[in-house]
T-cell receptor, first 112, second 115 residues
Framework: KNEVEQSPQNLTAQEGEFITINCSYS?????LHWLQQHPGGGIVSLFM???GKKKHGRLIATINIQEKHSSLHITASHPRDSAVYIC??????????????FGRGTQLTVWP | KAGVTQTPRYLIKTRGQQVTLSCSPI?????VSWYQQTPGQGLQFLFE???????NKGNFPGRFSGRQFSNSRSEMNVSTLELGDSALYLC??????????????FGPGTRLTVL
């Protein structure tokens, strides 16, 4: 069983649509990250969250610590948003302290 | 400032061979982390080096090893290659050790194919 589960695995949208990607995790965490990976492999960090909500341009990330769930929203999606989005958590305690766990990613394709 | 570079970008090997991948971090960064990415398992942490010392290690067999040089450049080695080792290997550098992933800068990766 994967400690971090993402859904959906694949997502296709029309330009302008509102996008939601979900992440659920089963370990206690100190932080949750949303990453973006473009074709070719390069990864950039979009958000680091430990509580609440963060917004950067058209991207919004939320986290509910009690429910162990996070969502990444993209408003007014654009073809340049097409990428793989990865949820990652850093474990908080015990033998797994500090260890990073990753979701398997969501492939987003936005058509013009 | 130049980004993280990885060489080679693509590599084809056969089962049983060994391979060495190289990573040059951003100038001034002393921490290098390695990750393996496969379609089945997604992204997984391999190990982290800081100032030539391995600080953290993921759950990979001993066939996977690494080292870091005094100039912070890092290499990882996989011996006795298996088909399942086919993956994208990503390297990331950061200034501090154990830095959160949002402070890590990723290279473009090395695509390894094992036949």
């Amino acid at each position: 069983k994967n400690e971090v589960e993402q859904s959906p695995q694949n997502l296709t949208a029309q330009e302008g649509e509102f996008i939601t990607i979900n992440c659920s995790y089963s370990v206690g965490i100190s932080a949750l990250h949303w990453l973006q990976q473009h074709p070719g492999g390069g990864i950039v960090s979009l958000f680091m969250l430990s509580s609440g909500k963060k917004k950067h341009g058209r991207l919004i990330a939320t986290i509910n610590i009690q429910e162990k769930h996070s969502s990444l929203h993209i408003t007014a999606s654009h073809p340049r948003d097409s990428a793989v989005y990865i949820c990652a958590v850093r474990a908080q305690r015990g033998s797994t302290l500090g260890r990073l766990y990753f979701g398997r990613g969501t492939q987003l394709t936005v058509w013009p | 400032k130049a980004g993280v570079t990885q060489t080679p970008r693509y590599l084809i090997k056969t089962r049983g061979q060994q391979v060495t991948l190289s990573c040059s971090p951003i100038s001034g960064h002393r921490s290098v982390s390695w990750y393996q990415q496969t379609p089945g398992q997604g992204l997984q942490f391999l190990f982290e080096y800081f100032s030539e010392t391995q600080r953290n290690k993921g759950n990979f067999p001993g066939r996977f090893s690494g080292r870091q040089f005094s100039n912070s450049r890092s290499e990882m080695n996989v011996s006795t290659l298996e088909l399942g080792d086919s993956a994208l290997y990503l390297c990331a550098s950061s200034y501090l050790a154990g830095g959160p992933i949002n402070e890590q800068f990723f290279g473009p990766g090395t695509r390894l194919t094992v036949l």
